[in-house]
T-cell receptor
Framework: DTGVSQNPRHKITKRGQNVTFRCDPI?????LYWYRQTLGQGPEFLTY????????KSRLLSDRFSAERPKGSFSTLEIQRTEQGDSAMYLC???????????FGPGTRLTVT | GENVEQHPSTLSVQEGDSAVIKCTYS??????FPWYKQELGKRPQLIID?????GEKKDQRIAVTLNKTAKHFSLHITETQPEDSAVYFC???????????FGTGTRLTIIP
């Protein structure tokens, strides 16, 4: 499978716990985006990497959220001290150098109880 | 920042008829407008896109039109089929390297 992959697909956690998600972009895509999607809404931008550099962060990304892309390949999104409001689908997308199109992964559905 | 509005929120169409979904955007600097189809529990799938230097683009039964002056763009699906049933999202961005701003989605149901 050469598409964007995300792990885990589902995560149930208790409020206050930390969680980490992983995204593997399409091979050779240098740009990687994280979005969050709540029920009945379109995806909302969280943050964006070009290679290993994090170039933009949304104001939605509170200080409990951190994202990394250490070697310019896969990326991780960590949420510390989870809250019920963090329950959502976390989507990753990637794009190739010079291309507009963004291709999405299947998402990680987070449920905070 | 950019704001994208999408309507209708739900649309039911008889199989074989056409469906039209409309979006408006606020930022005149936006120049790339993709459409995504999302089936239940699946990833958003890019189905067609258009750039600001083009007024219309077609791909088989799907077409997108763009009116930059009015800041609106539309998705047209002809000869609808049951497998077209899904949620459709429009989006806008200011180009390469830029984030997408999405509409709130349209749930399209094709009635057999």
């Amino acid at each position: 499978d050469t598409g964007v992959s995300q792990n885990p697909r589902h995560k149930i956690t208790k409020r206050g716990q930390n969680v980490t998600f992983r995204c593997d972009p399409i091979s050779e895509h240098n740009r990687l985006y994280w979005y969050r999607q709540t029920l009945g809404q379109g995806p909302e931008f969280l943050t964006y990497f070009q290679n290993e550099a994090q170039l933009e962060k949304s104001r939605l990304l509170s200080d409990r959220f951190s994202a990394e892309r250490p070697k310019g390949s896969f990326s991780t999104l960590e949420i510390q001290r989870t809250e019920q409001g963090d329950s959502a689908m976390y989507l990753c997308a990637s794009s190739g150098q010079g291309y507009y199109e963004q291709y999405f992964g299947p998402g990680t559905r987070l449920t905070v109880t | 920042g950019e704001n994208v509005e999408q309507h209708p929120s739900t649309l039911s169409v008889q199989e074989g008829d056409s469906a039209v979904i409309k979006c408006t955007y606020s930022d005149s600097a936006s120049n790339y407008f993709p459409w995504y189809k999302q089936e239940l529990g699946k990833r958003p799938q890019l189905i067609i896109d258009i750039r600001s230097n083009v007024g219309e683009k077609k791909d088989q039964r799907i077409a997108v039109t763009l009116n930059k002056t009015a800041k609106h763009f539309s998705l047209h699906i002809t000869e609808t089929q049951p497998e077209d049933s899904a949620v459709y999202f429009c989006a806008a961005s200011q180009g390469v390297d830029e984030k997408l701003t999405f509409g709130t989605g349209t749930r399209l149901t094709i009635i057999p």
